[in-house]
């Protein structure tokens, strides 16, 4: 809206700002990075959050971390629209991200390959996933999940 009332372009997406009128932005799904510059004189831009360190300390803001899907489970109905990561969804970059029976595709990795730590469940050890994983379990998720919940105390049912 902001752009359109200003009747100048924008810029969407950076990952870094260069200088006052020059940024960085993915193209490509994430497998390039253009470098922009903007000759107009207000830059509207939206900004990749995970790219930037946090602010400092002190402010209101809520920070909340939903559960990582991807749009085949969103289109199942196993979770609301709002969880879906991906080129159409959401961006996350999480301390640990556990991808569960998720297939890898561009769409969806191209916003969540920035977590610190990716550890995939698939019973498909071709999986793409495997390739952005630092830790990998070749499994059944319906065997390998409640093992897992086992050896967490906080996720064990009371
Ligand atoms: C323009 C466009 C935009 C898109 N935007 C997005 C987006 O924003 N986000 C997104 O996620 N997708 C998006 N997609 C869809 C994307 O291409 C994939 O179809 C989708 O990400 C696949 O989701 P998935 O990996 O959960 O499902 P699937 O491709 O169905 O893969 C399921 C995976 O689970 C594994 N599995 C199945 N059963 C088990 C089991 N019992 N134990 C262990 N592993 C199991 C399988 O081996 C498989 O790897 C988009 C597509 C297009 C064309």
Wanted: charged letters at 20%; aromatic letters at 6%.
């Amino acid at each position: 809206m902001a752009k359109a009332l200003l009747d100048m372009a924008q810029i969407s997406d950076i990952l870094s700002v260069e200088s006052a009128d020059t940024f960085t932005r993915p193209i490509d799904a994430g497998n390039a990075i253009a470098t922009v510059k903007s000759a107009n004189p207000v830059k509207v831009i939206t900004v990749r959050t995970t790219a930037f360190e946090p602010a400092a300390e002190g402010g209101s803001a809520s920070d909340e971390t939903l559960g990582g899907a991807s749009r085949a489970a969103v289109v199942a109905g196993f979770v609301p629209n709002d969880y879906q990561v991906g080129q159409t969804g959401t961006i996350v970059a999480l301390e640990l991200h556990v991808a569960v029976g998720i297939s890898g595709a561009i769409q969806h990795l191209a916003r969540m390959k920035d977590s610190k730590v990716i550890v995939a469940i698939n019973k498909n050890e071709e999986a793409t996933i495997f390739q952005v994983a630092d830790y990998g379990l070749v499994a059944d998720l319906f065997k390998a999940v409640p093992e897992f919940a086992e050896l967490i105390p906080a996720g064990r049912p009371a």
